[in-house]
């Protein structure tokens, strides 16, 4: 049964009486609603029986969500099942639990999301700003709990703290340790974290980490706002620093012929990598998802359709590109076609020697096995080939920096690049390569300078 109630001059209390608990108590579930002050005395009353209506069917469905007794941890869990894991990509939402696992929710969980004041997100973020608020931050025990310590067995220790054997025997002995470790032991113990360790590392979060977990406080509260849980976003409220946007890292014409020409003496499977990513700026989930029906040998291009990568709690997982623009057909250079024909020739022969014992994969990029390389593999080998031939250290995504650059400065126009890099939008490539394009600005000046000499042998100026 659902009815209303009149509070104040346009503010009316839905009721909506969901029967007896366990107990035999009546549960009633409540909403209060402000109606427009222009509205007419029927309007009015049709509005509140059209609220009433939707108000009930949302209790009696279960999607009503009491925002006046909810915590943000409890609208946040309901938000993971019902949101984020339907509409995020599997790294997107473990990248999400962790930052809320380990800082929002220890510091905002236990408030009650319609209580939720600018002032709280603010004290938040001016804490991640701290230097203690690092996660790989190390702690180094004071000789005061060194002392304390001595006091426990290693073995007491484990049983009072959780921690390994090998953890406590450390701490006992003053032994630098982590902040898990540091904070588990003081738990245990009731002593207080900054009194009895000393912190090691000042370093403190990057501004980008610290806005990525406020954009998360920001989705939550949006979604919360669209659910009628909470009557607005108190996140819109706060002023937060600019991130400067960082200049994209990449190599120059000698850097790029010196990395080239140490290829040469690298396995095939390497070189191969290299050169694609740095013709057609793939990257590294679109690599190492790559498939050979990808690769049209007779038109020279290649199809990007989809990524694989690596998420905790799910393992290596195949996906869609990271955007919808990042479906795309680029065309590869006789050179990096010639070099895949190459290595396919290569694959095949190992795949005929293995026989039954090739794996069947239709990956590009595999084992002598056949088995599909890892997608943190060539990371991990670009980095060992740039120390080994002691050139300059740009990461493997780096290289699709080094793509953009060719292209900008052979003169082709920032529409092309962003298609075949597989930007959403033409404006992302122009906020990263500004830069570069910033660099060929001179040469217009030039340009301008022959038309005008031109001009002048013409007109006799």
């Known amino acids: 049964m659902a009815h209303y109630e009149h509070r104040t001059k346009n503010t009316y209390r839905l009721v909506v009486d969901t029967g007896l608990d366990s107990t035999g108590k009546r549960v009633r579930k409540r909403k209060t609603i402000k109606l427009d002050d222009s509205l007419t005395p029927a309007q009015r009353e049709k509005e509140l029986n059209r609220q009433l209506v939707l108000f009930e069917q949302e209790v009696i469905g279960g999607t009503y969500l009491d925002g ?13 099942k019902n949101y984020a894991e339907v509409k995020l990509s599997p790294t997107t939402l473990v990248a999400y639990k962790q930052k809320l696992n380990d800082r929002i929710l220890p510091a905002l969980g236990h408030i009650v999301i319609s209580k939720l004041q600018p002032t709280h997100l603010l004290q938040f973020y001016n804490s991640l700003h701290e230097s203690n608020i690092r996660l790989d931050s190390k702690y180094q025990p004071t000789q005061k709990l060194v002392e304390v310590l001595k006091s426990y067995s290693r073995m007491q220790l484990v049983e009072l703290t959780g921690l390994s054997p090998k953890s406590c025997n450390r701490l006992k002995r003053g032994l630098i340790t982590n902040y898990e470790i ?6 245990a113990l009731n002593i207080k974290l900054n009194k009895m360790f000393t912190l090691t590392n000042e370093k403190t979060l990057s501004e980008k980490t610290v806005q990525n977990h406020m954009g998360i406080i920001c989705s939550i509260l949006s979604t919360a706002l669209k659910w009628n849980v909470i009557k607005d976003n108190p996140m819109l409220r706060i002023d937060m620093k600019k991130v400067p946007k960082p200049k994209a890292k990449y190599y120059d014409d000698k850097q790029i012929t010196q990395m080239l020409e140490a290829l040469d003496s690298e396995p095939l499977i390497l070189k191969t990598m290299v050169y694609l990513s740095v013709d057609i700026g793939l990257r590294r989930g679109e690599l190492t998802g790559l498939t050979w029906d990808d690769i049209d040998f007779k038109t020279a291009q290649i199809s990007i359709n989809k990524q694989r990568h690596y998420v905790v709690g799910y393992g290596t997982i195949k996906d869609k590109p990271k955007t919808e623009a990042g479906t795309r057909v680029v065309t590869a250079s006789k050179t990096v076609i010639s070099l895949l024909k190459k290595y396919q020739v290569k694959q095949k022969l190992q795949k005929f020697k293995l026989g039954t014992a090739w794996k069947n994969e239709p990956y590009v990029f595999v084992h002598n096995d056949g088995t599909p390389i890892n997608t943190n593999l060539p990371y991990k080998w670009f980095v060992n080939f740039l120390d080994r031939h002691n050139l300059p250290r740009i990461t493997f995504h780096q290289l699709r920096h080094t793509n953009a650059s060719i ?22 490539t122009l906020n990263t390569y500004s830069h570069m394009i910033k660099s060929k600005e001179a040469q217009a000046a030039n340009k301008m300078d022959g038309f005008y000499s031109k001009l002048k042998c013409a007109s006799g100026i």
């Open 407 to 428: 292209l900008i400065a052979s003169g082709e126009d920032v529409v092309t690049v962003s298609s075949r890099l597989g930007h959403a939008d033409k404006s992302i």
């Open 68 to 80: 006046e007794k909810l915590t943000f941890a409890e609208f946040t869990q309901n938000w993971l």
């Open 182 to 187: 540091a904070q588990k032991l003081c738990t």
